[in-house]
């Protein structure tokens, strides 16, 4: 008698697995190169495996997003310094989303409701609110800062993107664009952009942290006018 040959185990899938595959794949390629049979393709198996975890593209995104907030850590309250653990808190979400390419983008014209997500806007809301700003303000003034180094991380990845199709490294690629924009700005006609042709170097100067940094105090330390403001 000839018994049949034995099925192979099916393969386990979980959705901590697609999410963590689905990271990976953006980190080194780009949200563009995901997709769902990317994913399966990776771990081995069929799109339609997935769909029982994750209901499609969008919402892996949405997981992917969340896992990715829960690498930072939320700091104990300490009401003194509540304007500097905003700024701490906003530069540690800025380098996690720089560090996974372009994943910022898939934030941007969304509300994240993750339950990591959750966990950052309820620390900084609360921040805001230890120091003395209207809740109202402070909701709407969160908003902004998200936004801010959400679409700064995304602007980052595009630059990372024209660097790396130019061939060349970061420093030099953006020293030349320096120079080529100075050019263009000096020779404009002083009589119609005055101001422009005038402070040229003060327009393309400056690095980029620094330019971050400028426009993380110019959002929270602005906040000082409401504080106590019913």
Known sequence: MTWPAERPPRKTITRA??????LRVVREEGIDALSMRRVATEIGTGPSSLYAHVANKDELLRLMFDE??????????????WKEQIKELARAGHQVMIEHNDLARAALATIPTGPNALRISNAMFGMMLAGGIPPRIGAWAMDRIFLYITADAYEYSIWRDQVHNAGSDKDTFISEMGRQTLAYFEQLPADIYPHIATYATALVGGSVDARFELGLDLLVDGLDKYAGVS
């Open 17 to 22: 697995e697609i999410v963590r595959i689905g």
């Open 68 to 81: 990715m907030c829960a690498l930072l850590t939320i700091p104990e309250l300490d009401p003194p310094r």
